[in-house]
C-alpha cells in the first residue's frame, strides 16, 4: 500500500494529505523589486489569488512542479535550477542574479533561511509571507497499515506524520528530495525520488 501525503490525489495511492494551507496576505508588496522567487506550487497559486499582476515580473521557480504552475498561470520563467538544496539555490542567486531585486514570495515556516545565507555576501533578498502551512489532525485508526510505503513530499508533510502517528519499522518512506531528507528521523527505512516530482516519488515506491 502506498500512502501519498500530499493535499493532491495521484492514481496508485492512498491519500493521506497532512497539511492545508491558509492565506496569510491581503496584498503583494511590489515596491523596488523587479523579479519573483517561488519555492513551491502552493506559493503561486496563493500569489494568483491575492493579486495577478505578479504575472507582469519575471520569475525564478524551484522545482518542476512550480515552473509549472507559473507558466500555466501566464508568469514567465527566467531561471529554474535542476536541483534544490539551500546553499546551493543561495549560490545559484549570488552567482546570476546579484544585480537583481528579488521578492522571495514565501510560506511562513521554510526549511532553509536563503536570506540570511545571502546577506553575507551582501545581496539583499526581500521577502513576503503570503500563506501558511497547517497540520491536518488524525484518529490512531487512519494510521497506515504495517509494510505501508509511504511518500513525503515536503518538510511539513514529515513534521504533521509524526504529530499525528508513531513510525512502524516495517514502514518505508519515499522522499520527494534531499531537503526534505534532512528532516526525516534517523531511525526510518527511506529512499529519495530521482527526480523532486511526486510521479517520481511514486514510480520509485512502485520499484519497493
Known amino acids: ?27 503583494i508588496d511590489f515596491l523596488d523589486i523587479d523579479t519573483l522567487m517561488f519555492t513551491s506550487k502552493q506559493a503561486v497559486i496563493t500569489a494568483n489569488n491575492i493579486d495577478k499582476s505578479w504575472k507582469n515580473y519575471s520569475s525564478i521557480a524551484i522545482g518542476g512542479a512550480t515552473k509549472a504552475k507559473i507558466e500555466e498561470l501566464g508568469g514567465e520563467v527566467i531561471f529554474y535550477p535542476k536541483k534544490f538544496y539551500g546553499k546551493e539555490l543561495a549560490s545559484n542567486i549570488k552567482e546570476f542574479f546579484s544585480h537583481r531585486k528579488i521578492l522571495y514570495l514565501r510560506p511562513q515556516k521554510v526549511s532553509f533561511d536563503s536570506r540570511a545565507f545571502l546577506e553575507k555576501d551582501g545581496i539583499n533578498l526581500k521577502e513576503q509571507i503570503i500563506y501558511k502551512t497547517l497540520c491536518k489532525k488524525y484518529l490512531s485508526k487512519d494510521k497506515p497499515i504495517k509494510g505501508a510505503t509511504i511518500i513525503f513530499t515536503s518538510p511539513s508533510t514529515i513534521n504533521c506524520f509524526f504529530k499525528n502517528f508513531s513510525w512502524d519499522s516495517s514502514y518505508t518512506a519515499i522522499l520527494i528530495g534531499e531537503a526534505t531528507k534532512t528532516h526525516l528521523p534517523k531511525y526510518c527505512k527511506y529512499k529519495v525520488a530521482d527526480k523532486p516530482l511526486i510521479d517520481s516519488c511514486i514510480k520509485k515506491a512502485l520499484e519497493v
Request: no cysteine; hydrophobic share 40%; proline share 7%.
Open 1 to 27: 500500500m502506498i500512502y501519498l501525503l500530499s493535499p493532491l490525489k495521484r492514481d496508485k495511492t492512498i491519500s493521506l494529505p497532512m497539511i492545508r494551507f491558509e492565506t496569510t496576505a491581503t496584498k
